[in-house]
């Protein structure tokens, strides 16, 4: 039996008032981080061979179905990262997966308030270190700062269809980097005693600044990301079998897990100490580390997502130095928040032949959970240190 979940009708007659579907994702957008972009630089754009009467309304209905060049140019798409309704320049073209210092001196991130996923996991030294998927970077002028690859994140963004931008790598992830399939953006050529690294296009892709010391002062632009997709010939448009990640709640419908009340979560991270407070009149989860309200650089706004996921993840160490091999194949526990509940299941690989494959998240019953319309942060858990977990 379907584990019982409040669904709330909570959007739908306002969004019929409203009358198009630019007005209707405006209003859904409201339940997440307060900010809202609204940049009309053109950053990657649509080839519109369509009919001009065709419909935002019939765009979005389509989804993932129809092909970036048969978009009119005023066409949304469901977003593959929020479930949202997104402008089609976006929502058909490939996510960036890029690597942010997490560490107190590189705080606070600029940008990483427009990213639609965010991933942390720990590295060396019980650091945490932070993967955030943009699919609209239009304009963005300052995104970091860009550090340095661990495998188990190249794995992460392959699930999305995403192309990895990281400055520098351990050395374990050398084979990852360098195999076909993979798409990154690196900012180091070489690396001592491992040779050639995959995905480096020129000194001018990433820049650094003068107010904080290096390693913790390598930013990427919009320019810098479209000049390296240029420079490589990277292919721009999700793959034509990508349907995406989750599984969205209808714009009419908010999932309430019943498990129980969850207002204060904390992933139990020993060096920044984060947790997330629900703001139910609001209705998302902010963000806080280090003692205090996490906030992006460029806006000084504090990050607030709808969904949190905790993905716990077997893994031992590779070496005497830290470094970590984190198990992204085998499965584990799962725990989903949103709206102030939660409830605990599993997840695995949907196809365990493909290791890049998405990780799907189950409920008690099996069911594939769905994730309401939103940001979503997924922490990665090792499985040895669940007991840290704390929900209030």
Same mark, same amino acid.
């Given at each position: 039996?379907?584990?019982?979940?409040?669904?709330?009708?909570?959007?739908?007659?306002?969004? @019929? !008032?409203?009358?198009?579907?630019? /007005? +209707?994702?405006?209003?859904?957008? &409201?339940?997440? $981080?307060?900010? #809202?972009?609204?940049?009309?630089?053109?950053?990657?754009?649509?080839?519109?061979?369509?009919?001009?009467?065709?419909?935002?309304?019939?765009?979005?209905?389509?989804?993932?179905?129809?092909?970036?060049?048969?978009?009119?140019?005023?066409?949304?798409?469901?977003?593959?990262?929020?479930?949202?309704?997104?402008?089609?320049?976006?929502?058909?073209?490939?996510?960036?997966?890029?690597?942010?210092?997490?560490?107190?001196?590189?705080?606070?991130?600029?940008?990483?308030?427009?990213?639609?996923?965010?991933?942390?996991?720990?590295?060396?030294?019980?650091?945490?270190?932070?993967?955030?998927?943009?699919?609209?970077?239009?304009?963005?002028?300052?995104?970091?700062?860009v550090r340095s690859c661990r495998d188990y994140y190249i794995d992460f963004a392959k699930e999305f269809? @995403? !192309?990895?931008?990281?400055?520098? /790598? +351990?050395?374990?992830?050398?084979? &990852?980097?360098? $195999?076909?399939? #993979?798409?990154?953006?690196?900012?180091?050529?070489?690396?001592?005693?491992?040779?050639?690294?995959?995905?480096?296009?020129?000194?001018?892709?990433?820049?650094?600044?003068?107010?904080?010391?290096?390693?913790?002062?390598?930013?990427?632009?919009?320019?810098?990301?479209?000049?390296?997709?240029?420079?490589?010939?990277?292919?721009?448009?999700?793959?034509?079998?990508?349907?995406?990640?989750?599984?969205?709640?209808?714009?009419?419908?908010?999932?309430?897990?019943?498990?129980?009340?969850?207002?204060?979560?904390?992933?139990?991270?020993?060096?920044?100490?984060?947790?997330?407070?629900?703001?139910?009149?609001?209705?998302?989860?902010?963000?806080?580390?280090?003692?205090?309200?996490?906030?992006?650089?460029?806006?000084?706004?504090?990050?607030?997502?709808?969904?949190?996921?905790?993905?716990?993840?077997?893994?031992?160490?590779?070496?005497?130095?830290?470094?970590?091999?984190?198990? #992204?194949?085998?499965?584990?526990?799962?725990?989903?928040?949103?709206?102030?509940?939660?409830?605990?299941?599993?997840?695995?690989?949907?196809?365990?032949?493909?290791?890049?494959?998405?990780?799907?998240?189950?409920?008690?019953?099996?069911?594939?959970?769905?994730?309401?319309?939103?940001?979503?942060?997924?922490?990665?858990?090792?499985?040895?240190?669940?007991?840290?977990?704390?929900?209030?």
């Amino acid at each position: 039996m379907n584990r019982l979940k409040t669904r709330l009708l909570v959007t739908a007659a306002a969004i @019929a !008032v409203l009358g198009t579907s630019a /007005q +209707a994702a405006e209003l859904v957008q &409201k339940d997440d $981080a307060p900010v #809202t972009r609204t940049d009309s630089l053109a950053g990657l754009s649509v080839d519109s061979s369509s009919d001009s009467s065709e419909t935002a309304e019939t765009a979005a209905a389509e989804e993932s179905s129809t092909e970036a060049e048969s978009l009119a140019p005023d066409a949304q798409v469901r977003s593959k990262l929020t479930g949202r309704l997104v402008d089609a320049e976006v929502g058909t073209k490939r996510p960036m997966a890029i690597m942010l210092n997490n560490i107190y001196d590189a705080c606070p991130q600029a940008g990483i308030e427009e990213a639609g996923i965010v991933y942390e996991a720990p590295v060396e030294g019980g650091l945490t270190r932070l993967m955030g998927i943009f699919e609209d970077y239009r304009g963005m002028e300052k995104i970091g700062s860009v550090r340095s690859c661990r495998d188990y994140y190249i794995d992460f963004a392959k699930e999305f269809d @995403a !192309v990895y931008i990281h400055y520098g /790598q +351990a050395v374990y992830a050398m084979n &990852k980097l360098n $195999a076909e399939g #993979t798409d990154n953006i690196s900012g180091l050529q070489y690396q001592d005693q491992a040779g050639a690294v995959s995905g480096y296009f020129g000194e001018d892709i990433f820049y650094r600044t003068s107010d904080r010391p290096a390693p913790h002062n390598v930013y990427i632009s919009e320019e810098g990301i479209k000049t390296a997709m240029e420079r490589n010939g990277y292919r721009t448009d999700y793959e034509d079998d990508f349907t995406g990640h989750y599984k969205f709640a209808a714009d009419d419908e908010t999932i309430v897990p019943d498990e129980g009340t969850a207002t204060v979560i904390r992933p139990g991270y020993s060096v920044n100490k984060p947790w997330f407070e629900y703001n139910a009149e609001a209705g998302y989860y902010n963000r806080f580390q280090y003692g205090e309200a996490q906030i992006d650089q460029n806006t000084n706004d504090q990050l607030a997502v709808t969904n949190i996921i905790f993905q716990v993840c077997q893994w031992q160490n590779y070496d005497d130095h830290g470094y970590l091999n984190i198990d #992204t194949q085998s499965g584990g526990d799962m725990y989903y928040f949103t709206k102030g509940g939660y409830e605990k299941g599993t997840w695995k690989k949907e196809d365990p032949e493909n290791p890049d494959s998405r990780a799907v998240y189950y409920d008690a019953d099996g069911n594939e959970i769905t994730l309401n319309q939103g940001r979503t942060w997924v922490c990665i858990i090792q499985d040895s240190y669940e007991d840290n977990i704390v929900i209030e």
